[in-house]
């Protein structure tokens, strides 16, 4: 199975020229425009917090019914994305398609979570997010991935990244957050954005941290990160409880070290199977 790549905008053998064409300024413009995340770590933060809200409007896609945010601190202006659902039906919650889910959640809460939990990890996918109130109503607010594609978008657009075992590297270790978080909507690829430099991010985990201490999907767990395995055996019920408190519930946090001591078991077996050299990489 080939897993999804990603651009707010997809892969076709193209050199990274070639990929900043796709992905080119307008028209008259000598230079590519800055892409990719605009602003990283605890600047980020304290820019999502503070900025003012200049311009928001609906971005028009996903059932959680999210918006674009334009905000300015007087220095920079930069775009987010602000998400404010946070559902948990009592009973049974019955989908579109038939299918049935009890103790269903979905929750702008989780996509702050994820964000602390991939901090944690090392794993670099999940844009900046943080809590914000707005307008008197609480909710996610996510630094923009710009001039991205969907992975979705780029599989149409066929467009193929030149480092391929890069490329790889990072979606095993997109695959890995999906099952770690139980992500139900870890099969829309439209849910994974890739930059002009094909780096990856992970985005939309609003219907993550099921109470299910199974694996979504085991079979796509293939290969694994030494640096992310090490991170996830430090991981323990004290850190998680100091880090995600605010944002999981102590039934949450069981499944996630439940499915965490199933993901180091599972990659110990691969190991034993395959060898080494076939399944771990830095």
């Given at each position: 199975?080939?897993?999804?790549?990603?651009?707010?905008?997809?892969?076709?053998?193209?050199?990274?020229?070639?990929?900043?064409?796709?992905?080119?300024?307008?028209?008259?413009?000598?230079?590519?425009?800055?892409?990719?995340?605009?602003?990283?770590?605890?600047?980020?933060?304290?820019?999502?917090?503070?900025?003012?809200?200049?311009?928001?409007?609906?971005?028009?896609?996903?059932?959680?019914?999210?918006?674009?945010?334009?905000?300015?601190?007087?220095?920079?202006?930069?775009?987010?994305?602000?998400?404010?659902?946070?559902?948990?039906?009592?009973?049974?919650?019955?989908?579109?398609?038939?299918k049935v889910e009890?103790?269903?959640?979905?929750?702008?809460?989780?996509?702050?979570?994820?964000?602390?939990?991939?901090?944690?990890?090392?794993?670099?996918?999940?844009?900046?997010?943080?809590?914000?109130?707005?307008?008197?109503?609480?909710?996610?607010?996510?630094?923009?991935?710009?001039?991205?594609?969907?992975?979705?978008?780029?599989?149409?657009?066929?467009?193929?990244?030149?480092?391929?075992?890069r490329w790889n590297?990072?979606?095993?270790?997109?695959?890995?957050?999906?099952?770690?978080?139980?992500?139900?909507?870890?099969?829309?690829?439209?849910?994974?954005?890739?930059?002009?430099?094909?780096?990856?991010?992970a985005i939309d985990?609003?219907?993550?941290?099921?109470?299910?201490?199974?694996?979504?999907?085991?079979?796509?767990?293939?290969?694994?990160?030494?640096?992310?395995?090490?991170?996830?055996?430090?991981?323990?019920?004290?850190?998680?409880?100091?880090?995600?408190?605010?944002?999981?519930?102590?039934?949450?946090?069981?499944?996630?070290?439940?499915?965490?001591?199933?993901?180091?078991?599972?990659?110990?077996?691969?190991?034993?199977?395959?060898?080494?050299?076939?399944?771990?990489?830095?």
């Open positions: 199975m080939t897993f999804p790549s990603i651009f707010r905008g997809s892969c076709v053998l193209l050199r990274p020229t070639a990929l900043l064409a796709v992905l080119a300024s307008p028209a008259g413009a000598q230079e590519p425009l800055p892409f990719g995340l605009l602003l990283q770590g605890e600047a980020a933060e304290k820019f999502l917090k503070t900025a003012r809200v200049v311009k928001k409007k609906a971005i028009g896609t996903g059932v959680t019914n999210p918006y674009q945010l334009t905000l300015d601190d007087g220095t920079r202006t930069l775009k987010a994305v602000w998400k404010t659902i946070d559902e948990q039906p009592s009973g049974v919650k019955q989908f579109r398609d038939g009890a103790n269903f959640r979905d929750s702008y809460m989780f996509e702050i979570a994820v964000y602390e939990l991939d901090k944690l990890l090392g794993l670099e996918l999940v844009p900046p997010t943080v809590e914000r109130e707005i307008n008197n109503q609480k909710g996610s607010v996510q630094l923009w991935v710009e001039r991205s594609l969907t992975e979705w978008e780029r599989r149409k657009q066929n467009l193929k990244p030149t480092d391929v075992e590297e990072q979606m095993f270790k997109v695959r890995l957050l999906h099952q770690l978080t139980y992500n139900t909507d870890y099969t829309n690829i439209r849910n994974t954005l890739v930059d002009p430099d094909f780096r990856i991010y985990f609003s219907r993550a941290f099921r109470l299910h201490d199974a694996l979504l999907a085991e079979a796509d767990l293939t290969r694994f990160s030494r640096a992310a395995l090490a991170s996830l055996r430090r991981l323990d019920r004290a850190l998680l409880n100091e880090k995600l408190d605010r944002w999981l519930t102590r039934w949450e946090m069981e499944g996630l070290l439940k499915r965490r001591d199933r993901i180091l078991a599972l990659a110990e077996r691969r190991v034993a199977e395959h060898g080494e050299d076939l399944v771990l990489y830095p």
